[in-house]
């Protein structure tokens, strides 16, 4: 006689199930030898990649790198979307859980990204550029879309020298808070200003250029003292404004 007897086999792990996306960006940082966040933090960063995808932002990002972080500065230049890396030139410095600083002469981030070249997203009439600013030096300049044009930056002013994708002088609202801010052309004639939870105001400039090589610390003006927590550009985000502020507060909140 033969008895057939079933037998169950249960497995249990603790190890947590991530986004492919984010797990992707484990991955990577383990190949290039990177210290990854801790346990607890890499929780909180799956979380914000699940928020920006549920929030339609993370489909319309070209780059994307998260500078506050418990992870090793080398894990801070990862960008997330591309699965590369920025490059801090001339030392920025690096603070864990906020992100980077300039010196305000000479140290930058460099996205390695060119909206003209790069662009998947980015286009003439449809970009954003955002900063998270963790601190606000006594600099104006934050950050660049393109490097050559003195009028694509995001600057702390109302100068004709803020802008995205275009040469011409247009007065916006001051960014005055720390925090999120973004600039978002959604159209060949205007762009959204966002400080924070706010539209700052609808600016009227002309498109008149595209994108270029894009920094983060640094304008074709001068170099920025501010600590900066994250980056991105790509699409219009404009509809999307107020769930990526939400997503990013979140995470920064938190940390």
């Avoid at 007897?5 to 030898?33: C, H, K, R």
């Avoid at 864990?96 to 460099?110: I, L, M, P, R």
Wanted: with cysteine.
């Amino acid at each position: 006689m033969i008895t057939v007897y079933s037998n169950t086999i249960s497995v249990t792990t603790d190890a947590p199930l991530f986004d492919a996306d984010y797990q992707a960006v484990l991955n990577y940082a383990t190949t290039q030898g990177y210290a990854l966040p801790s346990a607890g933090q890499q929780t909180l960063q799956n979380q914000l990649v699940v928020d920006l995808k549920a929030g339609g932002i993370w489909s319309k990002l070209d780059t994307f790198a998260v500078f506050a972080t418990d992870g090793d500065s080398d894990f801070a230049l990862i960008d997330w979307k591309r699965l590369t890396d920025y490059t801090a030139v001339n030392s920025p410095t690096f603070t864990a859980d906020e992100g980077f600083t300039g010196n305000g002469t000479s140290s930058y981030v460099d996205c390695n990204y060119n909206g003209l070249t790069n662009g998947v997203n980015y286009a003439n009439d449809s970009a954003h550029q955002m900063v998270w600013a963790m601190v606000f030096g006594a600099s104006i300049e934050l950050a660049t879309n393109n490097l050559s044009q003195p009028r694509q930056s995001i600057r702390r002013s109302t100068s004709g020298n803020n802008g995205i994708n275009s040469t011409t002088a247009a007065a916006g609202t001051s960014n005055s808070a720390v925090g999120f801010i973004m600039f978002s052309r959604y159209n060949s004639t205007n762009y959204n200003q966002y400080n924070n939870n706010s539209l700052l105001g609808n600016v009227s400039q002309p498109r008149n250029s595209t994108g270029g090589t894009s920094l983060v610390l640094r304008t074709n003006l001068g170099y920025s003292n501010s600590t900066i927590a994250a980056a991105s550009l790509g699409a219009d985000l404009s509809s999307e404004a107020s769930s990526y502020y939400t997503a990013l507060n979140t995470y920064i909140s938190a940390l």
